[in-house]
């Protein structure tokens, strides 16, 4: 989730992104032979959390933590950049 948010990932696009970038696997805690999960997985976990009101607890407590280390996160979009002829 929290990736989505900083890189404005739609649930798919957050597996796509999880399937190619291994610092997204990284900051997981997927391992290379890992299977990454379907996007429904995403959507069941976001509504879970939503209905406890645990979203919002979520993103203060990482972004106390972050700000803690002096780590600044600024929200960007990934682009793809293929050339098609």
């Known amino acids: 989730m929290l990736l989505a948010v900083w890189y404005d990932l739609s ?3 957050l597996t796509e992104a999880l ?3 291994m610092s997204f696997r990284r900051f ?4 290379v032979r ?3 999960p379907e996007p429904t ?3 069941r976990f976001r509504r879970l959390l939503t209905s406890l009101s645990l979203d919002k607890a979520l993103f203060e ?3 106390a933590q972050l700000k803690i280390q002096a780590i600044r ?3 960007g979009t990934i682009v793809d950049a293929t050339v098609i002829a």
């Open 11 to 13: 649930d798919v696009k």
């Open 19 to 21: 399937d190619d970038r």
């Open 28 to 31: 997981c805690g997927f391992s």
């Open 34 to 36: 890992e299977p990454t």
């Open 41 to 43: 997985a995403f959507v």
């Open 61 to 63: 407590v990482v972004t």
């Open 73 to 75: 996160i600024k929200v």
